[in-house]
C-alpha cells in the first residue's frame, strides 16, 4: 500500500472559529468537509506546499512562519495510507475565498463534530477543541 502524504491548516480567526471547506462535486469525498491544504509536489517540503495550497485554494498569502505543527492524521484508505499533517494557521494576508468552487464556513472547534468529515480529518477535531475550546 503507497503512503501518500498531505497536508492541512487549521486557520483561526479571532473570534476562534476554524476554517473549513467542502469538497465539490467530481473529486473524491464529495460534499464533505476538510481542513484546506493538499499535496506535495515532488522535493517539496509540507510547510512550502501548504503556503501554496492556501494560496491556491483561498488566494490568502500564508508565511512558514506562521504555521505551527500541531498534531497529524494517519488513516488507512482502501488504496493507500494517508499521512496528514495539521499546522494551526492564526496569521495571514488576505481574506479567504473560495477559488476551486468549494464552499468554506467558519466553525467553533466544538461544532466541528456536526460537519460531515472524512475518516482522516475527523481525528483531528479533538487536538483543536483542547486547545482553542
Known amino acids: 500500500m503507497s ?6 491548516a487549521a486557520l483561526v480567526d479571532p473570534q476562534g472559529r476554524v476554517l473549513i471547506a467542502q469538497r ?13 491544504g493538499g499535496k506535495l509536489d515532488p522535493g517539496e517540503r509540507p510547510e512550502q506546499a501548504l503556503v501554496r495550497e ?24 482502501e488504496a493507500f495510507h ?8 492564526r496569521r495571514w494576508r488576505g481574506e479567504p475565498h473560495a477559488r476551486e468552487g468549494q464552499a468554506l464556513a467558519w466553525m467553533r472547534p466544538s461544532e466541528l463534530d456536526a460537519a460531515q468529515m472524512p475518516p482522516a480529518d475527523a481525528p483531528l477535531i479533538a487536538p483543536l477543541v483542547a ?3
Not at 503512503?3 to 492541512?8: G, K, P, R, S
Not at 494517508?82 to 494557521?89: D, K, R, S
Open 3 to 8: 503512503l501518500l502524504l498531505v497536508v492541512a
Open 131 to 133: 486547545l482553542l475550546g
Open 54 to 77: 492556501l494560496a491556491e485554494e483561498l488566494g490568502i498569502e500564508v508565511a512558514t512562519a506562521d504555521l505551527a505543527p500541531l498534531t497529524f492524521a494517519s488513516h488507512a484508505y
Open 82 to 89: 494517508l499521512l496528514m499533517p495539521l499546522y494551526l494557521c
Open 24 to 36: 465539490p462535486q467530481g473529486k473524491q469525498l464529495a460534499g464533505l468537509w476538510e481542513f484546506p
